[in-house]
């Protein structure tokens, strides 16, 4: 889930609740438990040292493949201001239900997955964009094929055009557990067309190598908004479609997330 940006006119950015990343539903997916001001990309933007966000997200998920499976998944964001621009957070994965032709309403646990973002440049006058660092480490909780999946570090580059336009973007090298490794990069801009609403678009792309098996290549692109209706809540609406896959199923993502700021 993550921390949203609230941009007021005349105003430079308001840290809010954020939202979790969708991307985390899928296999290799980008870093969990740390804020971002968009539906699935994280913002260089930290939580505000001493306040914490939690945030319950959920998620509908139709796979396109022949036993007409869907996927139905809740879960928390807890992020914490460690210090002035260093956060950390997790997401617990709580409900896993799945449905198809061939299991009927298979429930588990979901992974818990933790990360860090530390924000080392700030845009300004002089700089054109904030830059931070991202990490994290996903633990198997799930059973089944759940697997480790170690996020030693990415980029995040945030750049604030108006008061109201923004782009944020990422990337993520991941290792995964058997000696697979995965690359995750997303990009995504928003404008707010009222302070309480920015209409957002994404794409992202992921790629993973497992071993001895054939590479997996994911292109997917997001539309929805974030609506900071308080300064203390942001409600997170959003769906993710497949565009590409390669040796994968195609999914298309309907997802929800309440952030509450502390």
Same mark, same amino acid.
């Given at each position: !889930?993550?921390?949203?940006?609230?941009?007021?006119?005349?105003?430079?950015?308001?840290?809010?609740?954020?939202?979790?990343?969708?991307?985390?539903?899928?296999?290799?997916?980008?870093?969990?438990?740390?804020?971002?001001?968009?539906?699935?990309?994280?913002?260089?933007?930290?939580?505000?040292?001493?306040?914490?966000?939690?945030?319950?997200?959920?998620?509908?998920?139709?796979?396109?493949?022949?036993?007409?499976?869907?996927?139905?998944?809740?879960?928390?964001?807890?992020?914490?201001?460690?210090?002035?621009?260093?956060?950390?957070?997790?997401?617990?994965?709580?409900?896993?239900?799945?449905?198809?032709?061939?299991?009927?309403?298979?429930?588990?646990?979901?992974?818990?997955?933790?990360?860090?973002?530390?924000?080392?440049?700030?845009?300004?006058?002089?700089?054109?964009?904030?830059?931070?660092?991202?990490?994290?480490?996903?633990?198997?909780?799930?059973?089944?094929?759940?697997?480790?999946?170690?996020?030693?570090?990415?980029?995040?580059?945030?750049?604030?055009?108006?008061?109201?336009?923004? !782009?944020?973007?990422?990337?993520?090298?991941?290792?995964?557990?058997?000696?697979?490794?995965?690359?995750?990069?997303?990009?995504?801009?928003?404008?707010?067309?009222?302070?309480?609403?920015?209409?957002?678009?994404?794409?992202?792309?992921?790629?993973?190598?497992?071993?001895?098996?054939?590479?997996?290549?994911?292109?997917?692109?997001?539309?929805?908004?974030?609506?900071?209706?308080?300064?203390?809540?942001?409600?997170?609406?959003?769906?993710?479609?497949?565009?590409?896959?390669?040796?994968?199923?195609?999914?298309?993502?309907?997802?929800?997330?309440?952030?509450?700021?502390?």
């Amino acid at each position: !889930m993550r921390s949203y940006v609230l941009r007021k006119p005349n105003c430079f950015i308001r840290l809010v609740p954020a939202l979790f990343c969708l991307i985390s539903f899928q296999e290799s997916g980008a870093v969990g438990g740390i804020s971002n001001s968009k539906v699935v990309v994280p913002s260089a933007e930290t939580v505000e040292k001493g306040r914490f966000e939690v945030e319950p997200f959920f998620a509908l998920v139709f796979v396109d493949d022949t036993d007409d499976s869907v996927r139905f998944e809740g879960g928390g964001r807890f992020t914490v201001g460690a210090l002035e621009s260093l956060e950390v957070g997790a997401n617990v994965g709580y409900l896993t239900v799945n449905d198809s032709n061939v299991i009927r309403r298979d429930t588990d646990f979901g992974d818990i997955e933790a990360g860090l973002k530390y924000r080392f440049l700030d845009q300004t006058e002089s700089f054109p964009f904030s830059l931070a660092y991202q990490g994290g480490i996903t633990f198997p909780t799930s059973g089944g094929d759940a697997e480790w999946v170690f996020e030693p570090g990415g980029l995040i580059l945030t750049k604030d055009f108006t008061d109201k336009f923004s !782009m944020d973007s990422d990337f993520v090298f991941a290792l995964v557990e058997d000696d697979a490794w995965s690359l995750v990069t997303e990009v995504g801009f928003g404008y707010f067309v009222a302070y309480w609403f920015q209409p957002v678009i994404e794409a992202a792309y992921s790629f993973e190598s497992p071993e001895d098996e054939e590479n997996v290549h994911v292109f997917n692109v997001t539309a929805g908004f974030t609506a900071p209706v308080t300064d203390y809540l942001t409600i997170i609406i959003g769906v993710t479609t497949d565009v590409h896959t390669e040796n994968t199923d195609e999914q298309v993502v309907l997802s929800a997330a309440f952030t509450f700021l502390f």
